[in-house]
T-cell receptor, first 112, second 115 residues
Framework: GNSVTQMEGPVTLSEEAFLTINCTYT??????LFWYVQYPGEGLQLLLK?????DKGSNKGFEATYRKETTSFHLEKGSVQVSDSAVYFC???????????FGTGTRLTIIP | GAVVSQHPSWVICKSGTSVKIECRSL??????MFWYRQFPKQSLMLMAT?????????EQGVEKDKFLINHASLTLSTLTVTSAHPEDSSFYIC???????????FGSGTRLTVV
């Protein structure tokens, strides 16, 4: 079956630090991969996605590259801001399957 | 972009009563809607998948008689928590998609507190 493993949090960084949140997956076939962000008290927002190997998703300074050989989709940002404080979820969806499989989420806190 | 409106954003109810949560797709037709439950500091647990005009498909371990889902139109799905108990207190989130998307649009969530 499908599964998504994220690095455990919480992660606390200083403003302008470099961010990496690791995500690896197990899936049959060739899934689409996503990062969602959840700000306090809110639902999830799609941050970025990649639908095939070597694709790079990017948005708001965040990037993630679909690595088929390592089954990974690590989230990176070169310089984080206080406003990036949120919970980040890695997720996958198999082609032809409507369901999303989520990782456990990583809580990120950025301190000024 | 696609917007999903979820209402109410929070609700407090007495034990034994029922609560209805609405999920509306505002600018697109949603053939499929999903309902999730999120416990504090945990990931989302898929409760059920609803397709317009048909019965919802519940995940294993989710009581279909307790969590009633109705998807009567392409823009509205409702989740009714029947005979609520304190252990039903949680954050409920819906998501919707056309079935052609690679991802889905999520509502802002409903925090249910049963006292």
């Amino acid at each position: 079956g499908n599964s998504v493993t994220q690095m455990e949090g919480p992660v606390t960084l200083s403003e302008e630090a470099f961010l990496t949140i690791n995500c690896t997956y197990t899936a049959t076939g060739y899934p689409s991969l996503f990062w969602y962000v959840q700000y306090p008290g809110e639902g999830l927002q799609l941050l970025l996605k990649a639908t095939k190997a070597d694709d790079k998703g990017s948005n708001k300074g965040f990037e993630a590259t679909y690595r088929k050989e390592t089954t990974s989709f690590h989230l990176e940002k070169g310089s984080v801001q206080v406003s990036d404080s949120a919970v980040y979820f890695c997720a996958l969806r198999n082609f032809g399957n409507e369901k999303l499989t989520f990782g456990t989420g990583t809580r990120l806190t950025i301190i000024p | 972009g696609a917007v999903v409106s979820q209402h109410p954003s929070w609700v407090i109810c007495k034990s034994g009563t029922s609560v209805k949560i609405e999920c509306r797709s505002l600018d697109f037709q949603a053939t499929t809607m999903f309902w999730y439950r999120q416990f504090p500091k945990q990931s989302l647990m898929l409760m059920a998948t609803s397709n317009e005009g048909s019965k919802a498909t519940y995940e294993q371990g989710v009581e279909k008689d307790k969590f009633l889902i109705n998807h009567a139109s392409l823009t509205l799905s409702t989740l009714t928590v029947t005979s609520a108990h304190p252990e039903d207190s949680s954050f409920y989130i819906c998501s919707a998609g056309t079935g052609e998307d690679y991802g889905y649009t999520f509502g802002s969530g409903t925090r249910l507190t049963v006292v």
